[in-house]
């Protein structure tokens, strides 16, 4: 993984400071920053390294702060700020990485100079030779802090966790903490998942099969896309474990009219496709940018779908007074079901946030009713595993919603090691 940079390449622990900085201090989204700073600047192995550096940081931020504030008496503060993320560079190679400590040291140091802060470079050296001297006692230090700080979570999703799963919250933070499995869905118009597998295993690549979901493969070590045999003509697509569930549960027929509401990038349009490609699908989303990606998706997978930018708090904008026999709400939420998938959601997010997104899911739920037929079906999805945006979101709309009734009990995946992501379904009818 260490490589010795050449005089002119992007210093790459230089970027990882930088990114890392803009995330927690300017509230960005690290996959967009990570996007705009490596993906034609950067050789895969270099970015395979800021990514890793970055999204472990994200994971073990107060971890990681807790041995700077331990070994600095001042907050590095103002344009020196960066230098804070640059320390956390350090300690996160040190520990978690299998560079050298002393080479990762030293490439540490350098990009003191990339960030324009030379000045300071004895700084640094100082402090992550320090670490090296004092990492052990560090270590046992912390683990003898508090659980909130130990489960490397914000306090208010600790409470909030707390609260829903009194026994689980334990396992559902370290799931979080974790690196999330790579999930792959076989495309059954291009083969049966068991013959995939075999094309697979002849790459030598070796997956595993799910035993609820028909589509589902895991693949025992993540591999880029493009060592998946015939990815680009739609075989499959990367999807997690949980998120094929919604497909199966919307169940679509060909010749239905269909609306996949909250649509970008896709997985789910596609997903819907492939097991009623006849159906006459509508989907939408808010956001410009993540709807060509759905369009992306479809002519990758030569699939068929009228693909529009909407609110879903003002269907009549563009929904031209159709009515639909299944539509799927995948709810804009908190995304705490994905945290490993994320992990700069901890930081993002606030709790005042989630009475907001409650709000929001309920209005597009109420508005959207309106557009499903008489005896038509909804699926009421999040990738999230609080109660306030799921199960007590459903409530609320049966006791105000008379011509609903839920069918099935609701689905509450919680994130684990090997598993799917955690997510939300509900089922609803209409009397
Ligand atoms: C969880 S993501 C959807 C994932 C997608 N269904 C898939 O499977 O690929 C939620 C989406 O909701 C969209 N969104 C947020 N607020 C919205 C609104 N008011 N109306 C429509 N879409 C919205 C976001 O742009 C985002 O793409």
Known sequence: MNKIASKNAPNLRAISAEVTFQVIEQGQSLSALLLKRTSSKLDDRDRALVQEICFGIMRRLPELNFYL???MSK????KNRVLHYLLLVGIYQILYTRIKPHAAVSETVDA???LKKSNLKGLVNGVLREFLRQ???LKEQFSQQSEALQSLHPSWLVNRLKQAYPESRLAIMNANNQKPPMWIRVNQNYALTTEYQRLLAEQNIQSE???NVLSALRIVTPVNVNRLVGFDNGSVTVQDLSAQYAAY??????GEQILDLCAAPGGKTTHILEIAPKADLLAVDIDPERVKRIRENLTRLNLHAEVKVGDGLTPEAWCSGRQFDRILLDAPCSA???IRRHPDIKWLRKDSDI???VSLQQAILNNIWGYLKQGGTLVYATCSILPDENQQQITQFLQTHTDAEQQGESKQFLPSAESGDGFFYAVLKKR
């Open 112 to 114: 003191v100079n990339s």
């Open 249 to 254: 549960l919307l169940a679509p027929q060909n």
């Open 69 to 71: 504030q331990t070994l």
């Open 336 to 338: 705490t079901g994905v």
């Open 355 to 357: 009475p907001q997104l």
């Open 135 to 137: 990492q052990v006692p």
């Open 209 to 211: 099969i799910d035993k």
């Open 75 to 78: 907050v590095l503060t103002g």
